[in-house]
């Protein structure tokens, strides 16, 4: 009884948390419209969402990366946002281990340092040694988190609704209902385990990437542990030889590009923070599961038909795709105004030479007139509903770009993408890879 009331209070605070952040913060998105968004007003708009930590301050950084939806001094300072929250302390960290493996738990460890190696917004990661003395790394969550991203959720609702009267451009009601899925599996460590299954079978024959394996024995849906691999930051080699640079950038394309090409899924957070680099540019470990998406094949044949068609100027068959997407009602010029986005996207694909991702644009601007002009223009021929598929794409392709502009690849990105799908490119070849990696991680749906 105690612990649910603990659990009760612990909402009800959340909740008059969120509600009064929030309330501050939606105040001041309405007085940005009417100010042209003053600086000030963003610094506490970060403000609100840094001290709440936790969830909100993850989702905010999930919206920071569609196009212009909230205004962009707001997004540039939620793209600063650094997902770490407070670290658990030795105690609690032992109690929340006890919790989840018992009382015996200690002894099930050769080694467990209670002090987290990396704290981030749903838990912290502790190094760990098996009995046999391999390295571990145990990934506990914080307590009450399905309750804290609950009370989220349902304030994070209030201000899109709040913006989405203001500014109507996007319709982000599918927004935030594949936002709220996507976070509450991130709380199931057992479906994690169950996505890295999945990636090491995807990627079981590329050598140079590297995914860990689970150890289930020591795993629950709240504590998930892996193997530790060792790995350099990836900012540790943004000034190795150019040929070390373009050997982790492929390696990081086919990391992500692969499992989305032949199997239909996708890393839905590929920040910086989730690559390591081995051997010394060798490959790259690919890190945390949490937020893995699974497509329908037909998205991923509608990714294939917007890049034929912008490459062959076809006009059907990008109409086709938007279609297979989701978007619907699309007029032309609806369709050209997105296309503003997706050639931008697109750009370094549809390129056939050597380049870097930004190709002389200076990375801080890199986007921003794009994104502004898809604004503008759906400000004035829209609104249109952003189909649910359409975020952890669009939002996986800017971490993916962030990654390349950091390193400062210089690579044929239209040769590599054409490899990926190939000429006999088939949505019913993707249909069946699918369907047996995920019966094989026990993922069937």
């Given amino acids: 009884m105690d612990d649910e009331a603990n659990r009760l209070s612990a909402r009800v605070v959340r909740h008059a948390r969120v509600g009064a952040g929030l309330a501050g913060v939606a105040a001041r998105v309405a007085t940005s419209r009417f100010q042209g968004g003053r600086p000030s007003n963003a610094d506490a708009f970060t403000a609100a969402l840094g001290n709440l930590k936790g969830p909100l301050m993850k989702v905010a950084q999930m919206l920071s990366t569609v196009p212009d939806l909230l205004p962009p001094e707001f997004a540039d300072k939620l793209q600063t946002l650094q997902a770490n929250a407070p670290p658990m302390g030795g105690g609690f960290v032992a109690r929340r281990m006890r919790a989840e493996l018992g ?154 590009w692969h499992p989305f090409a032949k199997f239909g899924v996708i890393h839905g957070d590929p920040h910086l923070g989730n690559y390591s680099v081995f051997g010394g540019g060798e490959g790259v470990n690919l890190l945390d599961y949490g937020c893995v998406r699974v497509f329908p094949p037909s998205f991923v044949g509608g990714v294939v038909d917007l890049y034929r068609g912008l490459l062959h100027n076809e006009p059907d068959r990008v109409a086709h795709a938007y279609e297979t997407w989701g978007f619907r009602g699309l007029s032309k010029d609806l369709i050209e105004i997105l296309n503003i986005w997706a050639r931008f996207i697109y750009g370094p694909v549809l390129d056939d030479r050597v380049r870097t991702i930004a190709d002389g644009v200076e990375p801080a601007r890199y986007g921003r007139r794009e994104a502004y002009t898809l604004h503008m223009g759906l400000r004035e021929k829209g609104p249109i509903k952003i189909p649910r598929e359409f975020v952890f794409m669009d939002r996986a392709a800017i971490g993916l770009g962030a990654a390349f502009l950091r390193l400062g690849a210089e690579l044929n990105f239209h040769r590599m993408f054409e490899e990926m799908i190939g000429e006999d490119f088939q949505v019913n070849a993707v249909e069946n890879r699918q369907r047996g990696a995920l019966q094989q991680a026990g993922l069937a749906r």
């Fill in 103 to 256: 009382e015996g738990w200690r002894a099930r460890f050769g080694d467990f340092d209670v002090h987290p190696a990396a704290a981030a917004s749903l838990g912290q990661v502790h190094r760990a040694a098996s009995l046999e003395g391999e390295p571990l790394a145990c990934k506990l969550q914080y307590p009450d988190m399905d309750s804290t991203v609950e009370a989220d959720l349902s304030g994070l609702r209030v201000l899109l609704s709040l913006h989405r009267r203001m500014d109507p451009a996007f319709d982000t009601s599918e927004v935030l209902a594949e936002i709220g899925d996507r976070v509450r599996e991130e709380l199931d460590y057992e479906r994690e385990a169950k996505h890295a299954a999945l990636y090491r079978s995807m990627l079981a024959e590329a050598r140079d990437i590297r995914v860990p394996g689970t150890r289930p024995a020591l795993s629950t849906r709240r504590l998930l542990t892996m193997d530790w691999l060792d790995g350099d930051n990836l900012r540790a080699h943004q000034s190795a030889p150019l040929e070390t640079r373009n050997a982790i950038g492929q390696s990081i394309h086919k990391a992500w």
